[in-house]
Nanobody, 125 residues
Framework: QVQLVESGGGLVQAGGSLRLSCAAS????????MGWFRQAPGKEREFVAG????????YYADSVKGRFTISRDKTKNTVYLQMNSLKPEDTAVYYC??????????????????WGQGTQVTVSS
């Protein structure tokens, strides 16, 4: 079993920055990739960014390319999401997710096995 704990959310003005962290514990030895998703009120959960755990390859939703950066620290079993130039439409609960095996699309929430509890990000205009 894997436990994921997110931190770093908060309230920020448009144009500002936040850095989210997600620490993984438990049975993390078989991690294939990790990702960040977000869900705004009344909307479906959407893919934000992903990173291959061993390769370090990164993937982004078009809406965040050039503004967000995902990274991972394998020694700390932690994944980060640096968010710059934040916009009000980035407001959502952000979730960290872990994928233990190849199969399915990186952007599909159903490809992931474990989820964090979420952290609120609010961007004011």
């Amino acid at each position: 079993q894997v436990q994921l704990v997110e931190s770093g959310g908060g309230l920020v003005q448009a144009g500002g920055s936040l850095r989210l962290s997600c620490a993984a514990s438990g049975r993390t030895f078989s991690t294939y990739s990790m990702g960040w998703f977000r869900q705004a009120p009344g909307k479906e959960r959407e893919f934000v960014a992903g990173v291959g755990w061993n390769t370090g390859n990164t993937y982004y939703a078009d809406s965040v390319k050039g503004r967000f950066t995902i990274s991972r620290d394998k020694t700390k079993n932690t994944v980060y999401l640096q968010m710059n130039s934040l916009k009000p439409e980035d407001t959502a609960v952000y979730y960290c997710a872990l994928r233990s095996q190849l199969g399915g699309r990186t952007s599909n929430p159903q490809s992931y096995d474990s989820w964090g509890q979420g952290t609120q990000v609010t961007v004011s205009s």
